[in-house]
Structure formats: C-alpha cells, structure tokens
C-alpha cells in the first residue's frame, strides 16, 4: 500500500502531467515529472529535459543519464536508490537553457517534491540548478563538490554530467566529487540513525544541517494545498 508521501508525490506529478503555466508545454511530448521513490535518500537535480527525455517520459535516459548511472554505480548506489529530476519538467526548445521565467513556473513542483522526499542529500547538477535550488551561491566551478547547507538541507553541487561529454577533463573532477558524495551519504546516515535512537531532543545534541536529523517532516499532504 503506497504512503502518504508517495501518494502525495503521485499527486503532485498528475499536476506537472497536465500543467500549462509555461509556453514550454505547447512544444513538448510530454512533461518529465522525475524518476524514484518518496523513500529516497539521495534527490538529483539536474536542469531539464533534452530530447529522449521528452519522449520517454524520464530524466536522464541519455548520454547524460548514462553518465550519471556509472557516476553513482562508482559509490555503490544504483539509480533506483535516488529520486531524479529537473529544475523544469519540459524540454526547452532545442535543449537551450531555460528562461527564468520557465523557472519560476515549475518552481512548486520541486518545492513539493523536496518537501515530500526529505532526502538526505541533495544533488545540484549544474549552473542552472545551482542558481535555482543555492541563490546567492558562488558559481559551480568555486562550490563543485562541497557541502552546502541551506535550512535543514544538505546540498552537493556537482558538474552536470553532460558538461562532461564535451569535455572529458571535467570527467575526473566528476569522479572524485561522488567520491565525496559517498563520505557525506555516510555521515547524513549514521546522524539519522543517531537521531532515530536519541531519546529526547536535548539527548540529541546540537542540531545537524541536514534534512534526515531535522525536526519530523509535517503530513507531507500539505504540499498539495500548493495546486488548490
């Protein structure tokens, strides 16, 4: 029987299924809400969708998605023990950059699917996803690879791997960044089981910045309120 976080999450996907707020849906196939279960530890957030994955309906299910498979079967995890998404849910036309507007139009939907998830661990993929999840940030080629904490929530900004396929230096720097990742998976880890086994709040300690040792998530139904 599905929880009331992944049925809160179906929710919010029928809403990017039919949305129309953009002009990105007159062009589309179809919207690409994102991949994985409410359950999920580890959120990738990449830019948006390029052709395959209009078509299919998934994020990162070509070459760039390749890259991202082998990048996280490096550390021992597979693709189903992520949640995978875009900061747009449609394509832009000829894979151009999004438009702040176009943006700002999908931003509830990641909000929702943020809140509902409560990953562990953020991944940031990219310039644009930076921009949109860590305003303010330095730029991806200063913050690649570091902890960045906002909130209750622990972000890693990453190259995107398709930058890694026009060009092959930034390959390496990928590689050892989810090195990284795996060391701060662990430690997001052992503080849930920490907090899980702590008899009272004062027990706990100070406060850990990452969103598995935060406060009890509310009914994650709330995000639905969102599309009233």
């Not at 279960?37 to 998605?65: H, N, Q, Y």
């Amino acid at each position: 029987m599905p929880s009331i976080a992944d049925s809160a999450l179906a929710v919010v996907h029928e809403h990017i299924l039919a949305c129309t707020a953009c002009p990105l849906h007159l062009r589309r196939i179809q919207a690409v809400p994102g991949t994985g279960e409410a359950s999920a530890r580890i959120m990738v957030v990449g830019e948006g969708p390029g052709e395959t994955e209009d078509r299919l309906g998934k994020p990162f299910v070509g070459a760039a998605g390749n890259v991202l498979t082998r990048l996280l079967e490096s550390i021992g995890l597979r693709r189903e023990d992520t949640f995978i998404t875009n900061v747009v849910k449609c394509r832009p036309p000829g894979n151009r950059d999004p438009e702040p507007a176009e943006v700002e139009a999908c931003s509830q939907f990641l909000d929702a699917q943020v809140e509902i998830i409560r990953p562990d661990v953020i991944l940031v993929l990219g310039r644009h996803a930076l921009a949109r999840l860590l305003p303010g940030s330095p730029g991806i080629t200063q913050v690649h690879g570091r902890q960045v904490v906002r909130g209750d929530r622990l972000y890693v900004p990453l190259y995107h791997p398709a930058a890694a396929l026009y060009n092959g230096s930034l390959m390496r720097t990928l590689e050892e960044d989810m090195l990284r990742v795996r060391g701060y998976l662990d430690a997001a880890g052992e503080e849930r089981r920490r907090a899980a086994a702590a008899p009272s709040e004062e027990a706990r300690g100070p406060a850990v910045p990452a969103a598995a040792s935060a406060p009890a998530a509310t009914d994650p139904r709330h995000q639905l309120s969102l599309f009233d």
